[in-house]
């Protein structure tokens, strides 16, 4: 719940100091679920997204950064907000699915184990990184299909959407929930605090 810390700032329900913005971010992604979460903080907001050659390949903390930056750079105007968001298992990237074979790996690769969330983010001359812990529980053949058939694996890092479906797949996380969905609040809200 909301409300005001000891200096009377207000503050959202993790504590952290939280002010209205005097001017709109420029959002650059298609993002629903992005666009979704700064709605409900009531962020205002104008989409551009950002067409770039991402990396695919590195070190997932240094492809999640600098495919931010290179959204943040493609657009023109101040306070871009850019987020790169990918999924990472022993070093190796799980991006978005191409096909639904490619989805069944990626959920088979995962099935059992916990992978990191990482999201880059840069907003103005500011950049962090946001990680979340997912464990997911031992998918077997009938969940695989049930999810599998729901299409909502696709255009998802990791092939899973954790508001959704893909929350049967999950055991437990460790971290910011709205890291996983597309969007980590709690970093989002430093980087505002220090840009401005």
């Known amino acids: 719940m909301a409300g005001r810390d000891a200096e009377g700032t207000k503050v959202n329900a993790a504590g952290q100091r939280w002010a209205p913005l005097p001017y709109p971010l420029v959002l650059a992604s298609r993002s629903p679920q ?15 997204p950002a ?19 290179r959204k943040h750079a493609a657009i023109d ?9 990918l999924v990472a298992l022993d070093g190796a990237i799980y991006g978005k699915p191409r096909d639904e074979p490619h989805a069944r790996a990626t ?45 909502e694996w696709r255009d998802r890092a990791g092939g899973y959407a954790i508001q959704g479906r893909g929350a ?6 460790e971290g910011d929930y709205l890291n996983v969905v597309g969007l980590p609040v709690a970093a989002l809200l430093d980087l505002l605090d220090a840009s401005r």
């Open 34 to 48: 992005r666009r979704a979460i700064l709605e409900q903080l009531g962020v205002p907001f104008e989409v551009r």
């Open 51 to 69: 067409d770039v050659d991402e990396l695919a390949q590195g070190d997932p903390h240094v492809v999640a950064l600098e495919n931010a930056r």
């Open 77 to 85: 105007g101040e306070h871009v907000l850019a987020v790169d968001t």
């Open 107 to 151: 959920l088979r690769a995962l099935s059992g184990r916990t992978h990191d969330v990482i999201s880059g983010l840069v907003l103005d001359d500011h950049a962090t990184i946001a990680v979340t812990k997912v464990a997911f529980r031992e998918v077997d053949d009938a969940l695989l299909d049930w999810y599998l058939a729901s299409g």
């Open 168 to 173: 049967a797949l999950v055991e437990a996380i």
